[in-house]
């Protein structure tokens, strides 16, 4: 099974994907991990993340993993490219797919503390300018600005399938 968490930076995706990933059990594919790692080897990036993001959960999805990708997902092209991994468009992945959309304004005091270092130091203007497109199809919407955290994991784990 494929699990994609979407939103803006500092809704809290990587909260509720590490603790998805470790209660499924997963794998967690962090967009803003590989995006540091290409930076930090002077790779420019553009879509490369999504690519190497895209390639790790493929192979991942083959062996039978169940994997929760954990990325802002702005635009439809993007999101078509991981329908295609969650629904077996890939030669190497023949899961089921899940989109969880992630909503809440992003407030200065949002903190991802030291355990999730922010990868771009986006501050609050950066993030409500950003080229964030309107999402065409249906999915899961959890606005984490009214719940707690375990709240918020409540309810997203509460809509996955049961596994067998």
Sequence with gaps: MLIVLSGLPGVGKTTIARE???????VHVRMDSIEQALR????IVEGEGY??????????????????ADCVNPWPLRRKEWRRRGTGGCPRAGSRGRVLGRR????PESSRGPRYPRSSGA???E????????WDRSRLVIDTSRQTVQETFAATASHLPRRR
């Design 104 to 107: 809440r304004a992003p407030t």
């Design 20 to 26: 998805l990933a470790r209660v499924l059990p997963a």
């Design 40 to 43: 930090r080897i002077g790779l």
């Design 127 to 134: 993030v409500v300018e950003r080229d964030y497109r309107a």
């Design 51 to 68: 690519a190497v993001a895209h390639a790790v959960a493929a192979d991942n999805l083959y062996v039978g993993a169940t994997v929760v």
């Design 123 to 125: 501050d609050l203007e």
